[in-house]
């Protein structure tokens, strides 16, 4: 039996920042391993068949809040085996810019609601200039925290005035 060897799949930004709420919140969790067929985003450790899903502007269709149907069909199967599947739509993330303690009440309450059903639904319309000006701020706001992770990297000199 042959096998195709399969890159290993990275987080975006997007993810790792999610990935961060997530954490700050108290939710133990692993990013980006296979299951079957399947590549999941965010699987809880403490709760089993518990994932998320970091859904990116790649996950629709272009211009539209419209999954696409791998998506559609990935998220039915995966719901029809047992799996409790959360959401975080880029739009809906972007809109909390950088701070960190919106994002943590934002999962939070996601994390309080039920799973998604099986069906996945689409979200709200938008128009072309509506999705322009989110993704606008999507690279804002990941240039924010890129920013912010470079100054934090950066060593800190301490001065002593020793007169």
């Known amino acids: 039996l042959r096998r195709i060897p399969q890159r290993a799949r990275r987080p975006s930004p997007l993810h790792w920042d999610v990935s961060n709420a997530l954490a700050k919140l108290g939710v133990f969790h692993r990013n980006t391993f296979q299951w079957g067929c399947f590549w999941i985003d965010i699987g809880e450790i403490d709760d089993r068949r518990q994932c998320w899903f970091v859904d990116g502007p790649s996950d629709f269709y ?43 009440e934002y999962l939070r309450k996601l994390r309080e609601r039920p799973p998604w059903p099986a ?17 606008r701020s999507a690279r804002d706001v990941q240039r924010a925290l890129k920013e912010r992770r470079e100054r934090n990297r950066q060593p800190h000199s301490l001065v002593m005035n020793l007169g």
């Open 62 to 104: 272009s211009s539209t809040n419209e999954y696409t149907e791998a998506n559609k069909l990935q998220h039915r199967i995966l719901s029809e085996l047992g799996w409790n599947i959360r959401r975080v739509r880029w739009n809906d993330w972007v809109q909390l810019g950088t701070d960190m303690d919106a994002k943590v």
């Open 119 to 135: 069906i996945l639904t689409d979200g709200p319309s938008s128009s072309r200039q509506e999705m322009v000006a989110n993704l």
